[in-house]
């Protein structure tokens, strides 16, 4: 975090949102994501820096958006 008194907010949830959760981030904390969507958001004027680390036997990355959410990468919208 840059400066370090910054903060950010970390959700973790899944499309039925049977896991839908806030965190509030602060310098050097640790979230950890057991499945599902995790967007991470910096507070105004603050950096943010994470790490994505695979755990388990089965360590695939693999990226999907939430379709709620695809307007994001839609370059016709951003016009």
């Not at 995790?38 to 603050?46: D, L, N, Q, S």
Request: net charge negative; proline share 8%; hydrophobic share 35%.
């Amino acid at each position: 975090m840059s400066p370090p008194q910054g903060f950010g907010m970390q959700r973790i949830y899944t499309a039925d949102k049977e896991l839908d959760e806030t965190y509030l981030v602060e310098n050097n904390d640790t979230v950890v994501i057991p499945r599902g969507y995790h967007p991470v958001v910096a507070a105004p004027g603050y950096s943010l820096y994470y790490l994505w680390v695979l755990a388990g036997k089965r360590r695939k990355m693999v990226s999907h958006d939430d379709p709620q959410h695809s307007w994001v990468w839609c370059q016709a919208c951003l016009t």
